[in-house]
Nanobody
Framework: QVQLVESGGGLVQAGGSLRLSCAAS????????MSWYRQVPGKQRELVAA???????NYADSVKDRFTILRDNAKNTVYLQMNSLKPEDTAVYYC???????????WGQGTQVTVSS
């Protein structure tokens, strides 16, 4: 069984930085893809950044050049480095993993990021 645990969220002023982490446990094989989503109450969950097993990355236009998705395969951990944060980035951030021989999607519990003006 796979478990994803996020950490690193918090309160930060606009222009500041945060580094989110997502630690995966229980998996045997390297994930096919890991990604970060975020969700604001009343809005649909949206993809922020993704990284494939081959190392390819993809970012939402709204965070491109500000956020970076990183991975440490030895630690089974994926990170989201968030720089130049804006109040519009305020959301609950969720880690997502596509994992398994027969791939299945797993979600973390979410971590709150609040960016003040």
């Amino acid at each position: 069984q796979v478990q994803l645990v996020e950490s690193g969220g918090g309160l930060v002023q606009a222009g500041g930085s945060l580094r989110l982490s997502c630690a995966a446990s229980g998996s045997i094989f390297r994930p096919k893809a890991m990604s970060w989503y975020r969700q604001v109450p009343g809005k649909q969950r949206e993809l922020v950044a993704a990284i494939t097993s081959a190392g390819s990355t993809n970012y939402a236009d709204s965070v491109k050049d500000r956020f970076t998705i990183l991975r440490d395969n030895a630690k089974n951990t994926v990170y989201l480095q968030m720089n130049s944060l804006k109040p519009e980035d305020t959301a609950v951030y969720y880690c997502n993993g596509l994992i398994g021989v027969v791939p299945k999607t797993y979600w973390g519990q979410g971590t709150q990021v609040t960016v003040s003006s």
